[in-house]
């Protein structure tokens, strides 16, 4: 069994707990024990009961159960809890407005077993006459089906990704693989993915396709060929494998990472000069005069080489026409993160754990920023407690010597665009984060004004997730971005791009639009658990990236004193 497969069992258990309405800590426990062996990195299957017992958030009895499942490929107490007339109920989880409580009532009062059981009675006007439910939650359930609809087709890029890191570094490590690269859409960072492309230079193909459709991960082979497979993995996506010549390497790199617009621009021009591209080389006549690099591709039509994340024919073949192609930000640019949640409010770890994963990623500071009341669910701040958080972060950072934890809060904006909590505690800060989680769906007009009322206020710093939506899951309010780019250029504030793989938020257009006009960028993770602050700013990047954004353009690149800077100049 695979770690992956452990873990989902685990989470399965814990969904079907919560419906039913198990004690918190018992469901706590798996969903823990889930994470820890999803993200453990050798195999779970091949330790001990005691060594399971002895990672972090898992217990005795949890080990007992993982042995269980890899000595007999099946787990009792799981088979008897999917007996459970409420286990059907998980598949409503899916669904963005549906909860376990929700879920129970939708099943309890209308017999809601399925997603097109809840689809009917949403559509038959049913779940609105139930207690707590109206004609909003109604109108968003319908929502949150068509959106999960279309997440199925196209996959955001956080949960494909590292699965695809793991086919590919098995494909990179045989003998006969001599280059090696995930290109399409992948490479270019786009937010959702409709399938992998890998692309390997060999002069062996034969055992490299052998190896490939025998991948512990594929469930099934659509096709075998000498240059190009496809597969189908258990977690339901298809990869595509190309193996070429070395010598033509760089001009399949070309073609295959796309995008598809970018291709047929760069054609048509090259068309126009007599040249001929393909994913062999490029041609003048017969003779092949490019292939092996992506530079040489690009140095052979006069341009410049760019990465990846600019190709979509957003105008910088044009640039790369006239070499001025920006050096875009990276990953080693970031010196912090400006938005993390610690167990103050609803996250996992505590602050000090928050903090050693900052400096673990070599970060100069880090900016707590917990949530404000109107989150009743999630223990926001209140004015008493942002006042004791401030001293607690004041004593631990006694401990530090070259890395500092801002004070911070990831503050409601309400529906008339007020601050859930008093300027004069804000100002106590080093960090204020305006956010919207409530009233998604106010008229454009409102909701923009709502924003640029937020922009207005002094204490605020950051604009936090600017348009709310979660990939595939929750769609974007509906606001007015290029007055909010305004307000923010106006108001000297910061826009915030929300680098968790559920949001990425905001989107490339956008900062392609904010940095035209001059606004600062903070990616940030948003983290929940201290493993966020290292898996997703990647993820952060490769969007600003996909939006030219440059290190100038992207506040905490800045070192510590320089950022302090930066905050106290109004
Ligand atoms: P995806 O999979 O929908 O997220 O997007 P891509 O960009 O990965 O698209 P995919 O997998 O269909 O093809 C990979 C690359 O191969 C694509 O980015 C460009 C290239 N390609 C595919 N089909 C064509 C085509 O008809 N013309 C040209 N010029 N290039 C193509
Ligand atoms: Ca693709
Ligand atoms: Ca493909
Ligand atoms: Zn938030």
Redesign the pocket.
């Known amino acids: 069994m695979t770690n992956q497969q452990i873990a989902q069992i685990f989470n399965h258990i814990a969904d079907i707990l919560e419906i039913q309405g198990e004690n918190v800590f018992k469901i706590r426990a798996y969903q823990k024990a889930a994470e820890t062996i999803a993200n453990f990195t050798g195999d779970i299957s091949a330790l001990s009961e005691k060594e399971l017992a002895e990672l972090p958030g898992i217990g005795k009895a949890i080990a007992q159960k993982t042995k269980e499942l890899v000595e007999t490929g099946k787990l009792k107490y799981y088979e008897d809890l999917k007996k459970s007339e409420y286990a059907p109920l998980v598949e409503l989880l899916q669904i963005q407005s549906v909860g376990p409580k929700h879920a129970r009532l939708l099943y309890d009062r209308l017999g809601v077993k399925s997603i097109s059981d809840l689809e009917k009675a949403a559509k038959q006007e049913k779940i609105r006459k139930l207690a707590g439910m109206g004609e909003k939650t109604e109108e968003n359930i319908l929502k949150g089906i068509s959106a999960l609809r279309k997440h199925k087709e196209?996959i955001p890029i956080g949960e494909i990704l590292p699965r695809v890191e793991i086919i590919f570094a098995e494909l990179e490590k045989l003998k006969e693989t001599k280059q090696a690269l995930i290109?399409?859409?992948?490479?270019?960072f786009?937010e959702?993915?409709?399938?992998?492309?890998i692309l390997i230079a060999s002069e062996k193909p034969k055992p490299i396709m052998d190896a490939f459709v025998k991948i512990p991960q594929v469930t099934r082979v659509l096709s075998q060929g000498e240059t190009k497979s496809s597969v189908i993995t258990k977690d339901g996506f298809q990869v595509?494998l190309r193996v070429v010549e070395a010598e033509s390497f760089g001009a399949a790199a070309h073609?295959?990472?796309?995008?598809?617009a970018?291709?047929?621009k760069i054609?048509t021009m090259a068309v126009r000069k007599g040249i001929k591209v393909n994913e062999y080389g490029i041609f003048k006549g017969k003779r092949r005069i490019a292939s092996r690099t992506e530079e040489e591709v690009y140095k052979s039509l006069g341009m410049q080489w760019m990465p990846p994340e600019m190709r979509e024919d957003w105008g910088e073949i044009e640039l790369a026409l006239k070499h001025k192609i920006p050096a875009l930000v990276e990953l080693k640019d970031i010196k912090g993160d400006l938005q993390m949640h610690s167990t103050w409010s609803d996250g996992w770890n505590s602050i000090e754990e928050m903090a050693q994963d900052g400096i673990d990623c070599g970060y100069e500071y880090i900016a707590i920023t917990d949530h404000s009341p109107t989150l009743g669910i999630t223990r926001g701040l209140t004015e008493e407690r942002v006042y004791k958080q401030i001293e607690e972060i004041r004593k631990i950072n006694k401990k530090y010597k070259n890395f500092r934890i801002l004070t911070g809060i990831e503050v409601d904006v309400r529906e008339n665009g007020q601050l859930d909590l008093p300027n004069s505690v804000l100002k106590e800060l080093d960090i204020v984060v305006a956010s919207i989680h409530t009233k998604f769906n106010l008229p454009k007009e409102q909701m923009t004004t709502r924003i640029i009322k937020a922009l207005e206020n002094p204490v605020v710093d950051i604009l936090g997730h600017p348009t709310g939506r979660l990939l595939g899951k929750r769609e974007p309010f509906e606001v007015d971005m290029e007055k909010i780019i305004k307000a923010a250029k106006a108001n000297k504030k910061v826009l915030e791009l929300n680098g968790c793989p559920d949001r990425l938020d905001l989107t490339d257009i956008y900062l392609k639009q904010a940095r035209e006009k001059g606004v600062k960028i903070a990616i940030s993770t948003d983290s929940h658990k201290n493993l966020h602050l290292k898996e997703w700013m990647r993820y952060g990047v490769g969007m600003a990236r996909r939006g030219w954004l440059e290190k100038k353009d992207v506040v905490n690149t800045l070192p510590l004193d320089k950022f302090l800077k930066f905050l106290a100049t109004p």
């Not at 290109?183 to 270019?188: C, N």
């Not at 073609?255 to 598809?260: A, L, N, R, V, W």
């Open positions: 196209r290109a399409g859409s992948l490479r270019r786009k959702t993915i409709g399938d992998a492309d595509d073609y295959f990472t796309g995008s598809k970018h291709n047929v054609r």
